[in-house]
């Protein structure tokens, strides 16, 4: 087993160094999407689905939330929609967990990217894991790092998203 492992290895070893490629210094890829999210009537894209108390006007520690929001190409509504971004928060004592996908329809190709983590209440930029893909995004990791670029309309709550990717 061990010898199999070690004979790969140096295969992929011989193979990199013929092609003048390191296996350590894998190339970053990096691009930007916009999250549109509504959050009031007539329709959210954001909803309270559980509270600690039951009051769902509550959104305190034990509070669930679950989205959908729109994925964008740009800050406007008016820009070319480029996927949907399912997810949900769970509000924590101190932080806040957070998991969503990504699920994107590119010219080049359809992928999700999964991205997890926690954050601070009103804390930004904010930085999360993307800890895998599909599609398009197969092997992919890396990280989300987000940040307002307008919170003045409810229904449209806009958040840039620049993601930076390592393929294995
Ligand atoms: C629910 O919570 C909201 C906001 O905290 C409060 O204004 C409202 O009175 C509460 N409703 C009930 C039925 O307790
Ligand atoms: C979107 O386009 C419509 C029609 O062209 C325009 O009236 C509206 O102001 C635009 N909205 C935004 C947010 O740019
Ligand atoms: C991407 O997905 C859409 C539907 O979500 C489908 O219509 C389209 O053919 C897909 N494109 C590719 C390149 O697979």
């Not at 957070?98 to 359809?110: D, E, R, V």
């Not at 894991?129 to 890396?142: D, N």
Request: hydrophobic share 45%.
């Amino acid at each position: 087993m061990t010898m199999k492992i070690q004979s790969v290895a140096i295969k992929l070893l011989l193979v990199c160094s013929i092609f003048n490629v390191s296996a350590f210094a894998r190339e970053v890829k990096e691009f930007s999407l916009y999250v549109h999210e509504s959050r009031a009537p007539p329709n959210p894209t954001l909803v309270v689905v559980a509270t600690a108390s039951g009051n769902l006007s509550d959104v305190t520690f034990g509070t669930v939330q679950v989205f959908s929001n729109l994925l964008k190409a740009g800050p406007s509504l008016n820009s070319t929609t480029i996927g949907v971004e399912p997810g949900l928060v769970s509000i924590g004592t101190e932080n806040i967990f957070i998991s969503y996908t990504f699920t994107l329809n590119l010219p080049k190709g359809n992928g999700t990217l999964a991205v997890q983590g926690q954050f601070a209440l009103n804390v930004w930029p904010r930085e999360l894991a993307v800890v895998g893909g599909t599609g398009i995004f197969r092997f992919a990791s890396g990280y989300d790092v987000s940040e307002i670029v307008d919170d003045s309309n409810p229904s449209d709550y806009v958040t840039i998203h620049k993601i930076f990717l390592k393929f294995l």
